[in-house]
Each structure stands twice: as C-alpha cells, then as structure tokens.
C-alpha cells in the first residue's frame, strides 16, 4: 500500500491536469467573489448592509467572506463540478494508460490499488479544496466582510470546522467518481456521467423543496440527499447538534457505501 | 524448475469458452513460442497468469510454488498487447514510478540507466522527450525496460512484434535472445509472426480455438520438418512413374511441382528424368518452415 502511495502521489505531481485543475478552481472561485461584487454593489448598488447579514434581502444569500469559504466545497458550483471532472480525468488515466496492468501484475491487490487511489485523491482534493477556500474567505472578507459581527479569535475553531465539514462533504463526491471512474474506466464517459449526475441532483433536489419540505416522505428522502446536508452547512453558522450528527453519519455511510461498492465491482472485473 | 505450469486452466466469457482446459508446462530457460490464430486465447492465457483476470476454473503455478502473489510477482514481468505507460512522462519517470511500484530502494539511478541501456534506449536517459512521442518500438523497449527493474526471472511478452518495422522486429529480437542468454530469463512470447519467433524460440505451444493442441521443442520441430526437394517439371505424372522406377518412394505431386522427401543425389535424378526426355526448370531443397507446420497442424483450419 506505501509502494501504492508512493507511485499514485508521483504521477499526481507529474500529472498536468491536478495543476489545471487548481488553477481553473482558483480563477472561478476569485471570478465568483468579484462577479457578485460587481454585480451587487457596482451594477445593482444593493446597498452594503442588505449584504453582509446586518439587513439582507429575502432570497438572496447573505454574502460574506464566511459564506464564500464554505460554497467551496459545494459539489453543484462551478469549481466543484471541474474538481469532480479532473478527479474523474485523474482517476481514469490508469486504465487509459493501462498502466492498471503494472499495478496488478507486481502482486497489489485490487482493494489496495483502489484505497490507494481513493487517498491520493481525497489529499489533492482537500488541497485544492483549503487553496480555494482561503482564497474565497480572503477575498470575500476584503469585499464584504468576514460576517455580519466581525471576525473573532474564537473563529479560527470555526474555520477548522468548516473545512473539515466540508471536506468530509466533498469527500461523498469523491468517492461517487472514483466508483464510476473504476466502473466505466473511460475518461469520456465518466465526465459526462459526472455532469449529468451533478445536474440530476440538484434537480432532484429542487423538486423536492418546492414540492413540499414539510411533508414527512418528501423531508425523508430530501434528508437523504447531500445537497440537503450542504444547505444546513451553509445555512448555518454552527450546524444544529441534530443536523450535524446526521450530516456526519450520512457523509460517512455514502463514503463507505460507494467504495465499497467501488472496490467490490474492481475485484470482479477483468483488466484488459 | 518449472516457471509455470497450468493445471486445466479455463476462461469462460458468458457461452464462449476462451481458454479450454489448458495444461502447460514452461521450463527455466525455456523462451516458449505460443502460437495460434487471432481468438485463439493466446493473449487471455497470459492475462490469466499475469493475474489481470481470473480463471474459471484450473489453476496455475508460478516457480513451483502457488499463482500470483506477492512473493512471486517480484520475479514476474509481463507486457500484455499495447506497452503501459504513462505517455505523459519521461522514460526516467516511468522507471521512478514503476520503482515506487515494485517497492525497490536505494540508489535506483544507477538501476535505470542500466534497464534502458539494455533495452537500446541510452539516448532517453537525457531526454526530457515524453513517452508519447516515443515510436511505437521505442515503447515496446521501455515496457520491457520497465519489467528488467525487478530483476525477473519470466516475461510473459504478448506479440511484442507486432507494429514494429523491420529494424524494430531484429532489435526486439536481439534483446530477447540476450536477456535469454545473459540473464537467464525465461519468456513466453506469443506472436503471428511465425518466422520471427522461430528464429527465438526454444520451445512452441500450439493453441487452437482455446485448445492447446501440441507442444515440441525446437528440435523435435526441426526432426519433424524433413528436408525436401522440390522439382518443377514439364511432364509430372512421367516423372512421378520415373522416379519411383528408380526406388524413389515418398513423392508428392502438386500440379509442375515434384516434392521428393528421400534422400536423393541430385546430379543422378537430374540425369534419369533428362534421358526419359523430361524437362526441369527448377530444383530448390526446402526444409517445412514453422508456417507449414502450424497450418499442417492445423488441418488448413487457420
């Protein structure tokens, strides 16, 4: 597994497309916090205060540094669409490459080379991920302010915690493309199954919101969703004990679930 | 010691039956020519001991011990069809991932250049060239470059002539023979170019429709494939009567050509059929190439 690591973390390096990937993120998540701006304050002159949560608008999001960081690691925007693209390109290039065939034929087990490969993702997803969040809480904080009651000592902590729910968020998306990058093991095809996907969720969970978020069997299954758990993380400076907990135990079980249906469909699949 | 061998290994794909019962045996130092028509199940027997797919059923040992594990990985090498790598790397960088692979350590720099002077690749040693500008022999070479880093002790090369140009073919041919010879490797190497891999093997295995019909060694191959004479004549049937008159036995006859299998003094024959007033217009000796042989086998199947 070490072997394993060592190999996937130098192709990482090697690999143009993780840098591409980084940049692209980068530049929409400066884009995303300068267009809003210039949207907001230079074109609708909404004033200040209707922004920042001292005196916000209804519908629209209370725009603040605090809010920037954590759309970051939101799988629907921009930047979290081309992260799960490149993660799919990056996973993939193996068996474009077939250099499966290396790995499997020196004796790794086919779990070992997936957990590999899934580790070696979650780190540079998290890096790209804390790269653009600092950005996004940067730049947000410099145009509209890090939140409505100013930034605290205490809010470092909070920083932490958000990264972390985040990450643990995202990781769901991760684990969702790698299993269909080792399902599929075309490039092509999982980049589109990706954006498909990214675009039936969110629909699926518009539908269900305005269909009725008060019905008992519609919040069951919106409950299910990850978009759902992202709109309490995001909705909420701390996440309510009972919304955390079950964001926590949902993320880790869809985490779980997808590799391990990940690493049992590679078991059974032939290498070509 | 026995590199490999296969007890009634199977592949099964849905009804098709890929690989039928195959039982073979690779002795060290052998270098096994593995022939058979396209579908034949040449390159799935070899996936199946390189352990990317799995059997049906039967099994396989490696160096007298269990299939593909850990321990006899490291001694295994395998290039199966197109070469693995990662085209958008250097030769050096390839090698560096396959060390990470391998699990080797220490001064590995030494080892790479080695690996690829072996292989004819000293000009990459440099090159900052991406492997997917590389030729396709070149690429070849470097999988194999790539297989010499764990030391192995059998390649499994499927058709590793296959795209390369003439002098692609007789340098792939070289390293074979000299990894054979100087590093005691053993090889099973499956390829459509008969003649070719006459020219390295020391032993063959005849797969047919996912059958192994027939293993030989060279030299039972060559016993086997007699030395013969063949004559082109103007009157056939006269000189077929002719020289069994003159206590000539085995002769075939296909149309002006005269297959004569005894052993014959040709200035003798030559003489006889002139006086019977019979013309020859060519005399060549032919021994039965490994192409004859196969299709013989075959039954004009292939």
Redesign the interface.
Known sequence: M???L??DF??LC???SALVGLIITAALSIVSVVLMYVVFYLILEIPPGALDGSDSIPGIPVLTGEYFMKSVFQSSNNAGIVLAIVIGMIAT?DFS????????????SRTNIYLSQFITIVVYAAVVMIINAVISLALGSIFFGYSASGFEASDLLYIVYSFGMGLLMYTVIISLVLMISFLVKSTGITIVIVIGLSFLLSMVYSILVMTGGSNDIVQFFLNLLPDQHFAWYLSNHWMASKELIYSLAMSTLYIVLFTTLGITMFNRT??? | MEILRTKDLTKNYKSQIAVNKVNMVINEGDIYGFIGENGAGKTTLI?MV?????PTSGDYSLFEKGG???????H???V?E????????TAM?NL???A????LKGDLNKRFIDSLNLVGLSEVIESKKKVKNFSLGMKQRLSIA?TLL?DPKFLLLDEPMNGLDPEGIVSMRNLIINLNEERGITFLISSHILEELSRVATRYGFIHKGVLIKEISKEELISQGKKHTVMVVDKPEETLQALKSIGIEQVEVEGHAVKVYDEIIISDIVLSLSQKGIKITNIIQKEKSIEEFYLELMGGEA
């Open positions: 070490k072997n394993l060592k190999a130098f192709r090697k690999d143009k290039k490459f077939n250099t499966i065939r290396q790995k499997t034929i020196h004796g790794h032939d290498i070509k | 996936r390189s352990g990317l797919i799995k593909l594990n850990h321990s006899s990985a490291s295994i090498g395998a199966v197109t070469p693995s790598l990662y085209l958008n790397m960088e560096k991932t396959q990470y692979i391998i699990g790539l764990s």
